[in-house]
């Protein structure tokens, strides 16, 4: 009795399975999309984070939009970098331009201290509403808000909250300038910026385009737009519109003569090796 | 007594401050006047610094479709044009006048004498309305004129006045009602000429029995405009809900109410057009409740415009553990980050929330109770709104109705899990919106 | 001016004070009267059940947010509280304590924190967790003790079946429903309505059921959609079949007021987290459950269907939430 009940099973279940087997068979044929297989090519060199940085939704749709483009000009992967282009170039058989490594920076310096709070702010910890709701807690209408969207839109874990400062930090090892942050911000203080020899970079940490006077009534460290940095640069690299500085880092040859030269310390430069400290991440400016 | 049928809540009616009748706050030493006191584009200045101007002088004018006439609320000397902080912190432009004297231009009728007969034409109200710069007072602060250029293929069935006031705490509407309502009523005499419509509804809560005893009375004389009773249901004076309330009528999602053959507008804005149609009187003043539970005084200030927030709020005193300075309502209102900033058009009130109200609650995780559905006057499902917006999934957003949304507050005020329902939907809204233009470009 | 910083948010800048907290302590304010009929008519061993089962639910959720996801502990919420009243609620008054820690135990563990906590388990833990028990213990779970009150001092506890067993069993038997109604071991009306019958200890009284039904409806926990709309389509169910053939079904009262209906159709099918948001679907999912017990009543294996009912529901939620939506302002009339 037994022994017939298990061959039963087992006959009933390989008849189930071979049917099934049959008709996946037929589906598969019947209802077969084709397209490029380039498009299978480029998507399984590709990171496969969809993290958008190259600004479409996912991996799949760019190495979709490569194959019809049939080029990778204007386009390309910042997380895969220039690895990455040059496998697809020769998936596609051409070549590949070339773009130098870039990171995020945060360009606002105004922490808890340089900027003292001047409200107290008790909603969603969102800062695109933050923005629509008012200037800030500091009052600065261009600074950090700090309610860290950009660090919630990092796909790469590359951007945190710091709770004594409450400004974002870059982890630089983590940073693959995607650029979604860029993206996120609602108030454009992150940009990206050549990774530099060593990782030095001199980048201005200030986005207030506010009068002198004003800008410095909310924060201690605020670009007053007093133009010093943009006559002291040898190298015309700094230039000055609507009261705030802004380095070229194309042009910059990182000798930090601005870095001193500015009165409010709104110029910030990082791994570059301190007098006293071995190494200063992102930081208060040197005193030299 | 009439309401509409979906959803709405009944938050504590705190009408604390209805007994006291509209006080003139004094003229201060300096006026700021903001060149945005409305919505829409920002009105151009036409001073400069050292120019003499008179009270009801136009400083500011309207260049867009979409935008209000701005005059001076007092005579003296303007000192600069230039950005100032306005409330929320951020700089926006702003005349500052010196204050000398009080000299009026002499075109306006100051007298109190009520004028009830209406001389003007249809063409001329409207023009008087827009060249006065009057605006909605109810808080949304929109250029009433624009709403009186009806095309000309929709007919106005009604005139929609407001004089629910569902929002707690304020109650300059209610005095408005009580002590200028003859005015009142002329002004929606005037509105009927410029729209062609052949009745005004008025809807007052029935909270106010006062108010609406003395208007149907008052009423009774124009056989023209009806008085109603409301339901005292939040968001009664909500636009859409309003019109439902009073007419039956539903206007269609994404639509204006002149749709649906109505133009609606605040009672406070009737008593501002009075005055702009039959004195000629600009909107130079703004009336602002002073009030909160433990507010050292409870007023009702008639303010000029421009006057500073602060020197209010030092005559009044600030009580003693306020969290929050709200400017209108507590629904709907704003709260204030920069008190050293001045008043606005359409300010309706300087509210003290005590800081064990304000401060709002440890958000827990969401227990689908489905209040915010029910209490939803859109029929919205703010819950998975707040879900989508988070995920900034703003195609599915659109196709849950966020841009129906109107913002009163009602889900957020009754979640349980204290979850910032409408921060989130206002992120969402504002993104849903920002892809449907870019789609349509 | 003010030392103190401005608070700054976005509207509205007020609040009801309802909290989940208040919202959880007022469903266990509304069981205690059923809670107090069965200490009468059951005695100390429903105090003791009960204190168990509350008390391992609490425990073993305490361990799990504390040892296991090393989160926030938010026993003090009262909704493990609520998960212990009501898997105690649904339990034989003499079943083996040890069973009931497995209940409760399943109920948190496997019915509540696997999906994730409060507010995202898709089944209600402890119907969940109580017909986990039945099917495990299937004897144990439907050996209910005989009712009787707490001063009728009498030896040990007799045991009996329920009136929804006795009714099952007769008309398998063939008996007319009549004949089975006037048996002696069957209760007469009155004392179904006050709860003086076998069953699961919480569910035997209506009345004190109602009255913290009746609680909750004036602290608006609940709404009336999911109680009437369940308790109707019972009642209409029973009553058309009990109408084409008196003989074979049984009155629609008599269904009304035995086995779990009370108790389910007030505060198990109403638990928030696993039933429909919009009124529409309440009323939906009310129907669905009132119909499925009595196919299950009439048609099924068991005596009683409440509970499956209210799973079977419970799994359909999602679909009914999508399929249900609230009348929306402003597009009703363009059909």
Sequence with gaps: ?288 | MKTFKIGGIHPEENKLAKEEAIEVFPIPKQVTLFVTQHLGAPSTPIVQAGDKVKVGQLVATAQTLVCANLHSPVSGTVVKVEPVPDMTGYRKLAITIDVEDDIWEETIDTTSEIRKEITLTKPEIIERIKACGVVGLGGACFPTHVKYMVPPEKKVDYIIVNGAECEPYITTDHRIMLENGEECLIGVQALLIASGAPEARIGIEANKPDAFEHLQRLASQYPNIKVFKLKTKYPQGAEKQLIKSLTGREVPNGKLPIEVGCIVNNITTTYAIYEAVQKNKPLIETYTTISGKRAKTLKNYKIRLGTSISEVLSTVGIPENTGKIVSGGPMMGKAIANINSYFVKGMSSLLFIDESESKRGVVEECIRCGKCVTACPMGLEPYLLYALATRADYEECEKHGIMNCIECGSCQYGCPAFRPLLDMIRVGKNKTGYMIRTRNK | MNERLLQVSGSPHIHSGESVKKIMWSVIIALIPAFLVSIFYFGIPVIILTFVAVASCVVIEYLIQKYLLKGEITIWDGSAIITGLLLAFNLPANLPLWMVVIGAAFAIGIGKMAFGGLGKNLFNPALAARVFLLISFPVQMTTYPIAKPIFHLGADIITGPTPLGILKEGVKNGQPVDSIMHSTQMPDYINMLFGQMGGSFGEVSAIAIAIGAIFLLIRKVITWHIPVSFLLSVFLFAGIFHWVDPTMYANPFFHLLTGGVMLGACFMATDMVTSPISPRGMIVFGLGCGIITMVIRLFGAYPEGVSFAILIMNSLVPLINKGFKPKVFGVAKQK
Excluded at chain 1, 132 to 145: M, R
Excluded at chain 1, 161 to 178: G, S
Excluded at chain 1, 272 to 281: Q, S, W, Y
């Design chain 1, 1 to 288: 009795m037994t022994g017939n009940v298990i061959i039963d099973a087992a006959i009933l279940l390989g008849i189930v399975g071979l049917t099934a087997a049959i008709i996946l068979y037929f589906v598969s044929k019947v209802f077969k999309v084709i397209e490029d297989p380039r498009i299978d090519e480029i998507a399984a060199v590709l990171p496969g984070a969809n993290c958008g940085g190259c600004g479409y939704p996912g991996c799949r749709t760019l190495a979709e939009a490569i194959v019809k483009a049939g080029s990778i000009e204007g386009i390309f992967c910042p997380v895969g970098g220039e690895k990455t282009a040059q496998k697809i170039a020769d998936i596609l058989g051409i070549s590949a331009a070339s773009a130098e490594p870039k990171i995020a920076v945060i360009r606002c310096n105004g922490s808890c201290e340089n900027a003292p709070a001047k409200s107290f702010y008790d909603s969603t910890l969102s800062c695109a509403f933050a923005h629509s709701l008012f200037a800030g807690e500091s009052a600065c209408a261009y600074g950090c808000l700090g309610c860290g969207d950009c660090a919630a839109a990092c796909k790469f874990n590359a951007i945190y909250i710091d709770k004594l400062t409450k400004l974002p930090v870059i982890v630089e090892e983590a940073c693959v300038a995607c650029g979604i942050c860029v993206t996120t911000c609602p108030r454009n203080i992150i940009e990206l910026r050549n990774r530099g020899k060593n990782g030095k970079r001199v980048y201005v940490t200030c986005r207030n385009q506010e009068k002198g006077a004003w800008a410095k009534k909310n924060c201690n460290v605020a670009c007053i737009g007093c133009g010093k940095c943009a006559k002291a640069c040898q190298f015309e690299a700094i230039t000055l519109t609507n009261n705030l500085a802004y380095i070229d880092y194309t042009k910059c040859k990182l000798c930090k003569k601005c870095v001193s030269e500015c009165p409010t310390q709104a110029i910030t430069a990082v791994n570059f090796p301190a007098p006293k400290k071995e190494k200063i991440e992102v930081s208060t400016t040197s005193e030299e």
